[in-house]
């Protein structure tokens, strides 16, 4: 055992034998003054490795570069107190030398680490960067010594905590001076006491080796905000809310979890002995609201067709000059009649006279035929990814101003999905292929009367067996009709139809219930019927359409908005009540408004019905 008096400069003894056999050290240690001073030293024995990597004390003061303290067999130096410690106080020299010395030990015997190391690569330096000092005195001492592995390679170290939350060793002990306090050093298990207070001085602290390293980039920062918009009629779909009960009705039905929808039935009109209305019928050019002067405007849509038409006559080239089309398009009128307002383009014009008279004959469309030919470009496409049919039909509208309303949760057909290439077209407008979608799932395209929207809704709303317990759209009773016929018109009797689709797609056989199904109607193929509900949807439209059926005009002035039965659009169902009490219903194909005279006009709403008997 070698004991230490750290009171002077340490001259080793020749030859050299130090021996240190525990590979690590215990310290045990109390709260010291606070005092600072830089020094370092390495108080345990190494294996061979890179000599170049060690504890990094600190940068001490310039004094003497050619003198430093190591524990081999050194030159001889100066004696004088120049070593790397700071200068200390001048004392007796030859009392300098505190170190007993050891007893004389074979130095070959001894596999100690102060003996000659293996040169290493002195530039073989690990990766990672010397670490900022978080102590307050600057030293990071490890008091233990892994096992060296391979000089070559790396040092490994851990990083396992690389997005936790950032630690920083703040609870540094404060510096130690010998002999004011006790200090125990165990040395292979023996203690070990300064004798005398050296000028030797050690910062102790916690053990950095608990906490992981962590990355640090202070130069990169995340940016929170709202992302930049890209092409907003690409979003992503989330599909549409499921409409809920919107009137608490306090009836449970414990086999349904569904939504429950609530169909308002249709206003009674009031029955009178005399009816008086007193007619509104204007007719001006957007966006100044110039009057034309007109008479005779005819306004009517069929079943089948997506647009209202017009046709008025005008007196005078004044007023046509009005409405004659220009560079930049068709002009729009707007069709005032009795509260119910019409927004038409005017597409064509023709003249006749005869002096000293001339009259002109304007016709018009409401604003969906632009979606259609000559407005609308045609276009070829096939779907490349699986899209449902409302979604097909809105891209058709993107970038055109319309909107569509298709809402299969309530009384509107169903949507389905269209698998990857199942919709092909070529040389198509818009309107043609979204009348194509409705079509195949036995639906019908109504447009806006004075807006840039169109709607898919089912020819039949109900099924035509169902009419006796459905909700009508409008009662029109005997008391308003004016006009009346009727034409039979018989159909086969159909009780079955076998839908199915062509490349891709179901074949489903619709049967009306209760029936054997032994009467088929003629097979219907489509290459949109992808999905069993629009295949179900389209055998019904078809199987409506047989048996023994009427056609029935009714002729009835047109009410105001607010006074029912009011207009009557098609695709609607309708109450019929006949003069002698019996009342039957039936669909609205076709309406057409008359709106004779000048002035105090005559106006007439002709509407026919499909009646089945």
């Excluded at 006491?193 to 080796?209: I, K, M, N, S």
């Excluded at 599909?239 to 349904?256: E, L």
């Excluded at 032994?518 to 219907?524: H, K, R, Y």
């Amino acid at each position: 055992m070698v004991k230490f008096r750290l009171a002077g400069p340490y001259a080793p003894p020749a030859p050299l034998a130090f021996t240190l056999q525990a590979r690590y050290i215990d310290v045990i240690y109390v709260d010291p003054p606070r005092l600072r001073r830089e020094t370092g030293g390495t108080w345990s024995s190494s294996r061979r490795g890179d000599v170049s990597t060690g504890a990094m004390f600190g940068s001490p003061p310039p004094v003497e570069q050619t003198v430093a303290l190591s524990h081999q067999q050194g030159a001889p130096q100066d004696h004088a107190p120049a070593d790397g410690w700071g200068q200390s106080t001048v004392t007796d020299r030859r009392v300098a030398d505190t170190w007993q010395h050891a007893e004389p030990i074979a130095a070959a015997a001894v596999a100690d680490g102060w003996q000659s190391n293996v040169p290493c690569d002195r530039f073989n330096l690990p990766a990672w960067s010397v670490p900022a000092t978080k102590d307050a005195v600057r030293l990071q001492l490890s008091w233990q010594i892994p096992a060296l592995k391979d000089g070559g390679p790396r040092v490994r170290h851990r990083d396992a905590d690389r997005y936790g939350k950032p630690w920083r060793y703040e609870e540094a002990l404060p510096p130690y001076m010998p002999g004011s306090q006790p200090l125990v050093f165990r040395f292979a298990g023996v203690p070990y006491f300064p004798a005398r207070t050296p000028e030797v001085y050690f910062a102790l602290g916690r053990d950095l080796r608990g906490h992981p390293t962590q990355r640090k980039d202070t130069g990169v920062a995340v940016g929170y905000g709202r992302s930049r918009p890209m092409d907003l009629f690409r979003r992503l779909r989330w599909g549409w809310g499921r409409a809920m009960d919107p009137i608490p009705t306090g009836v449970k039905y414990p086999d349904y979890q569904g939504p429950v929808i609530i169909i308002e039935p249709p206003t009674e009109p009031d029955i009178l002995e005399t009816y008086m209305i007193a007619n509104s019928v204007s007719l001006v050019v957007l966006p100044d609201r110039t009057p034309l002067d007109a008479t005779s405007l005819q306004v009517g849509r069929d079943i089948d067709a997506f647009s209202w038409t017009l046709t008025a006559n005008l007196f005078g080239v004044t007023s046509l000059n009005l409405v004659r089309p220009d560079s930049n398009g068709p002009k729009t009128v707007e069709l005032t009649i009795n509260g119910h307002v019409w927004l038409f383009l005017v597409e064509r014009y023709s003249g006749q006279g005869k002096f000293p008279s001339e009259r002109y004959t304007i016709n018009g469309v409401s604003r969906s035929q632009l979606l259609a030919e000559p407005y609308a470009p045609k276009r070829s496409a096939v779907n490349a990814v699986a899209i449902s049919a409302r979604q097909a039909a809105e891209d058709q509208l993107l970038n055109t101003g319309f909107t569509l309303e298709w809402d299969s949760l309530n009384q509107s057909p169903p949507d389905w999905t269209i698998p990857a290439s199942a919709l092909t077209y070529q040389d198509q407008a818009a309107m043609q292929v979204i009348a194509r979608i409705a079509e195949a799932v036995g639906a019908v395209v109504s447009p806006a009367l004075a807006g840039d929207s169109i709607s898919v809704v089912p020819r039949y709303r109900e099924a035509v067996w169902w009419w006796s317990t459905a909700i009508m759209d409008r009662i029109i009773p005997a008391e308003i009709v004016g006009e009346w016929g009727s034409e039979w018109t018989p159909q086969p009797s159909w009780n079955s139809c076998y839908v199915s689709g062509t490349t891709h797609g179901v074949s489903v056989d619709v049967r009306r219930a209760g029936t054997a199904g032994d009467q088929p109607a003629p097979d219907v193929y489509d290459d949109l019927i992808t999905a069993t509900d629009a295949a179900r949807h389209r055998g019904i439209a078809e199987l409506c359409k047989s048996g023994n059926q009427e056609i029935v005009t009714r002729t009835m002035p047109l009410f105001p908005a607010s006074t029912a039965p009011g207009l009557v659009e098609p695709a609607m169902l309708c109450e019929v009540r006949e003069p002698g009490g019996g009342s039957w219903r039936g669909l609205c194909l076709s309406t057409e408004i008359s709106a004779e005279g000048t002035g105090a006009s005559r106006v007439k709403q002709t509407i026919k019905l499909e009646r089945h008997h």
